[in-house]
């Protein structure tokens, strides 16, 4: 399957009751800034433009399925979602909503849907996600999903000294988290 043949001649690549998953597009650049700068910790933050020093161009990219989230009433933007390395059998799961949107059921109502779409659509064998050690929502949300944890990740270096660990997560907690493996439903 082709890219484009991931979404209808609208755009769509899903609909949920309340949302809909459309194709990203260059006109979202000002929704995606908007949630970076919500959303990104200030070591992260472009000192130029005041968001995010990821590369916007990397959510365009055709390796990357990531879809601009919309309320189906109101038409305003809630966050985006994407799976990253997408012709792999283990895409990458991430989920971003404005802080209006969180903890009102959008993740838990559009994740199932988008991740049973690209089931159907992609050569997948199961889908992870990294979550964050101190975000418990997230991970019982992942749960509730059907997610299962399998294991305990750090973006510490591999040579970082074993007896430093303990002090850095209790520091820097952003740095470690668990993964996540969610089943491809494939029907």
Not at 109 to 122: G, I, Q, R, T
Not at 127 to 145: G, T, V
Request: charged residues 20%; hydrophobic residues 40%; proline residues 7%.
């Amino acid at each position: 399957m082709k890219y484009n043949d991931l979404f209808d001649a609208n755009g769509i690549f899903t609909q949920t009751e309340h949302y809909i998953l459309r194709r990203i597009l260059p006109e979202d650049q000002p929704f995606y800034q908007q949630l970076a700068k919500a959303e990104t910790p200030d070591y992260l933050q472009n000192t130029t433009t005041g968001t995010s020093a990821l590369a916007w161009e990397d959510l365009l990219a055709e390796e990357h399925l990531t879809c601009s989230i919309f309320e189906k009433e109101t038409h305003r933007f809630c966050g985006f979602c994407q799976l990253q390395w997408i012709f792999s059998p283990t895409p990458e799961l991430g989920i971003d909503l404005l802080p209006l949107y969180q903890k009102q059921g959008v993740a838990k109502e559009v994740l199932p849907a988008f991740l049973s779409h690209a089931s159907k659509l992609l050569p997948i064998d199961h889908f992870y996600s990294k979550i964050k050690k101190n975000n418990i929502p997230s991970q019982r949300l992942a749960e509730k999903i059907g997610g299962v944890c399998i294991g305990t990740k750090s973006l510490l270096p591999a040579n970082f000294p074993v007896e430093m660990a303990a002090f850095a997560e209790k520091e820097f907690p952003d740095l470690f988290f668990y993964e996540y493996h969610f089943p491809a439903k494939k029907e």
